[in-house]
């Protein structure tokens, strides 16, 4: 499959990942390249293979409903870009 | 002293011969002199190390310690360093205080290792050359023309170039085993689940593996016992006993069945690296081994399969990096979307871009089918395939890599070229299986690693097949000429 720029705008923005529209035709020409790689599976017959999702057959396991992690808010907000009283700050979501 | 394996820098120090102190203040040297030239090293925590070398001296005065205490080692600056930057060479992280330590990175240190610093690598693992890294790339110490390989590039110029005995990596497509071979160290990717995730970047979840990276199987195999086991907090942790790696050295290989996948001596290796690996083979053979040649059929669609699930899994994985709770944020965001989308922009570079654009794709709407799953069946096969030549053999040998290392910006504008680099190594992560590399010989300068993939937690064994082959050859013992 063959992408072309407007493609990968788009795919761009389902990532929110701003690609500038100069870079865009070798992003196309480069995810072109990788698809057609992978495309090369498509040789090979897998009808009724069950996908394999992960290497080891285990069931997840499940741990106690019971608090395990202290609050560390202001440990872990110490490196965040812009915080204030406690909360991560963003743009203005609600007008 | 920078010579020394870390069993002869563990007797040194037991020994009274030097204290840990003195061990470290050398290796720092010897960082301070090279580093420059190599770019191995991202972040040189000199200070921490200290201290921490003393106190494992002073742990030693008061009585008996264990086999790392004083050793000094690096990590990947893929593993989180409590209060040390953690950048997984990347510029969204670049300024990046890890919080906390990785369960690897407390488990070295409650062994007494002391941390050098921090090695470079490709920007989230992404890469076999070490190009992609923010802070440019490491350089080969056997010629500074080459890529050291990548992503755990910087972990193995490190230990090539003598700048620390052993040093961490992980490995996802073959960042540990690829660059082991191209700077002539060991190094081991265990089974998935061996070694704890807890605090290591994550790349793509169901492939990465952390392991140990050093000139020895012997040394890999004292590093692995520290860092494997059982963690609650890695959900793929599997809980089960970690073996004693060293004591299983020593047992011969009489009767050890090899098997040689035909499929990874065909078209796209190189006919040195193939008369080298031949060479290796025939060394097994001399030591009681019987060659028997196996098939792994679907191997050439470890690439195709892999280049849909690590994107798939790094697009989902990669979307916490949203420059709102840590890492870089663009400047004067007009609203969130533009905070997210500018942040992601400027903080990751082309090939992680290139990933995440990649698994986007192939978990989207109406083309998930046809990319993702038929990905996850064409594991399966090859799985499969692994699954029956461990029915014959005890552990499959080929080479690591189908070409020595090649030269820095050769590949780096070719994504595809530079992926067919790990042609040898993807299908081991996508099994799940444990993969070690160990120097076996030279094209002209540069070395050659030989592959040994052995099955589930059949990680003693691959270390046991490893050592004894470094008994009877001096490969892992050369150094490269200007860092001797």
């Given at each position: 499959?063959?992408?072309?720029?407007?493609?990968?705008?788009?795919?761009?923005?389902?990532?929110?990942?701003?690609?500038?529209?100069?870079?865009?035709?070798?992003?196309?020409?480069?995810?072109?390249?990788?698809?057609?790689?992978?495309?090369?599976?498509?040789?090979?017959?897998?009808?009724?293979?069950?996908?394999?999702a992960h290497p080891l057959d285990m069931a997840q396991r499940l741990r106690a409903d019971e608090v395990g992690e202290p609050n560390q808010r202001e440990h872990f907000q110490?490196?965040?870009?812009?915080?204030?009283?406690g909360?991560?700050?963003?743009?203005?979501?609600?007008? | 002293?920078?010579?020394?394996?870390?069993?002869?820098?563990?007797?040194?120090?037991?020994?009274?011969?030097?204290?840990?102190?003195?061990?470290?203040?050398?290796?720092?040297?010897?960082?301070?002199?090279?580093?420059?030239?190599?770019?191995?090293?991202?972040?040189?925590?000199?200070?921490?190390?200290?201290?921490?070398?003393?106190?494992?001296?002073?742990?030693?005065?008061?009585?008996?310690?264990?086999?790392?205490?004083?050793?000094?080692?690096?990590?990947?600056?893929?593993f989180c360093?409590n209060?040390?930057?953690?950048?997984?060479?990347?510029?969204?992280?670049?300024?990046?205080?890890a919080p906390y330590d990785a369960t690897v990175v407390e488990k070295?240190n409650a062994?007494?290792?002391?941390?050098?610093?921090?090695?470079?690598?490709?920007?989230?693992?992404?890469?076999?050359?070490?190009?992609?890294?923010?802070?440019?790339?490491?350089?080969?110490?056997?010629?500074?023309?080459?890529?050291?390989?990548?992503?755990?590039?910087?972990?193995?110029?490190?230990?090539?170039?003598?700048?620390?005995?052993?040093?961490?990596?992980?490995?996802?497509?073959?960042?540990?085993?690829?660059?082991?071979?191209?700077?002539?160290?060991?190094?081991?990717?265990p089974t998935y689940g061996r070694v704890s995730r807890w605090g290591m970047i994550a790349?793509?979840s169901s492939?990465d593996q952390g392991?140990?990276?050093?000139?020895?199987?012997?040394?890999?195999?004292?590093?692995?016992?520290?860092m494997a086991g059982f963690d609650p907090r890695d959900s793929t942790s599997v809980d089960r006993p970690v073996?004693?790696?060293?004591?299983?050295?020593?047992?011969?290989?009489?009767?050890?069945?090899?098997?040689?996948?035909?499929?990874?001596?065909?078209?796209?290796?190189?006919?040195?690296?193939?008369?080298?690996?031949?060479?290796?083979?025939?060394?097994?053979?001399?030591?009681?081994?019987?060659?028997?040649?196996?098939?792994?059929?679907?191997?050439?669609?470890?690439?195709?399969?892999?280049?849909?699930?690590?994107?798939?899994?790094?697009?989902s994985n990669?979307?916490r990096?949203?420059?709102?709770r840590?890492?870089?944020?663009?400047?004067?965001?007009?609203?969130?979307?533009?905070?997210?989308?500018?942040?992601?922009?400027?903080?990751?570079?082309?090939?992680?871009?290139?990933?995440?654009?990649?698994?986007?794709?192939?978990?989207?709407?109406?083309?998930?089918?046809?990319?993702?799953?038929?990905?996850?069946?064409?594991?399966?096969?090859?799985?499969?395939?692994?699954?029956?030549?461990?029915?014959?053999?005890?552990?499959?040998?080929?080479?690591?890599?189908?070409?020595?290392?090649?030269?820095?910006?050769?590949?780096?504008?070719?994504?595809?070229?530079?992926?067919?680099?790990?042609?040898?190594?993807?299908?081991?992560?996508?099994?799940g299986?444990?993969?070690?590399?160990?120097?076996?010989?030279?094209?002209?300068?540069?070395?050659?690693?030989?592959?040994?993939?052995?099955?589930?937690f059949?990680?003693?064994?691959?270390?046991?097949?490893?050592?004894?082959?470094?008994?009877?050859?001096?490969?892992?013992?050369?150094?490269?000429?200007?860092?001797?």
């Open positions: 499959m063959s992408l072309g720029p407007a493609e990968v705008a788009k795919i761009a923005h389902l990532a929110r990942l701003a690609i500038r529209d100069e870079d865009a035709p070798a992003y196309a020409r480069n995810l072109s390249a990788i698809l057609e790689l992978v495309e090369q599976m498509n040789a090979v017959d897998t009808t009724g293979v069950v996908p394999m110490a490196i965040a870009p812009r915080t204030e009283a909360l991560y700050l963003v743009p203005k979501v609600i007008e | 002293m920078h010579d020394k394996t870390i069993a002869q820098l563990g007797a040194g120090l037991a020994a009274g011969e030097f204290s840990g102190e003195e061990l470290v203040r050398a290796f720092l040297e010897r960082i301070a002199r090279h580093n420059p030239q190599l770019n191995a090293f991202i972040t040189i925590t000199a200070e921490s190390a200290l201290t921490q070398a003393r106190a494992a001296d002073q742990h030693r005065q008061r009585g008996a310690v264990g086999p790392l205490a004083g050793v000094p080692i690096a990590h990947k600056d893929i360093t209060g040390v930057r953690t950048s997984c060479g990347s510029r969204i992280l670049d300024r990046f205080i070295l062994a007494g290792a002391v941390v050098l610093g921090k090695t470079n690598m490709d920007e989230f693992a992404m890469g076999s050359s070490n190009e992609t890294s923010f802070y440019g790339p490491a350089r080969n110490p056997w010629d500074l023309k080459a890529v050291p390989g990548g992503s755990s590039g910087g972990s193995a110029a490190a230990v090539a170039a003598r700048l620390t005995p052993g040093a961490t990596g992980t490995d996802t497509g073959g960042s540990i085993r690829q660059p082991a071979a191209l700077c002539g160290v060991t190094g081991i990717k790349y793509a492939l392991g140990p990276m050093a000139r020895t199987a012997e040394d890999c195999a004292l590093l692995l016992g520290a073996p004693d790696y060293v004591a299983a050295l020593d047992r011969p290989l009489d009767g050890l069945k090899i098997g040689l996948p035909k499929e990874y001596f065909g078209e796209g290796l190189d006919g040195e690296v193939a008369r080298v690996v031949e060479a290796a083979i025939a060394e097994y053979r001399r030591l009681g081994a019987n060659i028997i040649e196996v098939s792994l059929p679907n191997s050439q669609l470890a690439i195709p399969a892999y280049y849909v699930i690590a994107p798939a899994e790094c697009s990669l979307a990096f949203d420059g709102v840590y890492g870089h944020r663009c400047e004067n965001p007009k609203d969130l979307l533009d905070l997210y989308t500018r942040s992601r922009g400027e903080g990751f570079g082309a090939e992680v871009k290139r990933r995440i654009l990649v698994g986007t794709f192939a978990l989207s709407a109406g083309y998930y089918d046809a990319y993702y799953l038929k990905a996850q069946q064409i594991r399966r096969l090859i799985s499969d395939d692994f699954r029956r030549a461990f029915e014959r053999v005890d552990v499959i040998a080929g080479p690591t890599s189908p070409t020595v290392a090649f030269n820095l910006g050769e590949k780096v504008d070719d994504p595809i070229t530079m992926y067919l680099s790990d042609i040898y190594t993807i299908a081991v992560n996508l099994a299986l444990p993969g070690l590399s160990l120097p076996v010989g030279f094209v002209g300068q540069r070395p050659v690693g030989l592959q040994l993939i052995g099955n589930y059949a990680e003693d064994r691959l270390l046991n097949v490893a050592h004894r082959y470094q008994q009877v050859t001096d490969w892992h013992r050369r150094a490269p000429a200007a860092f001797a």
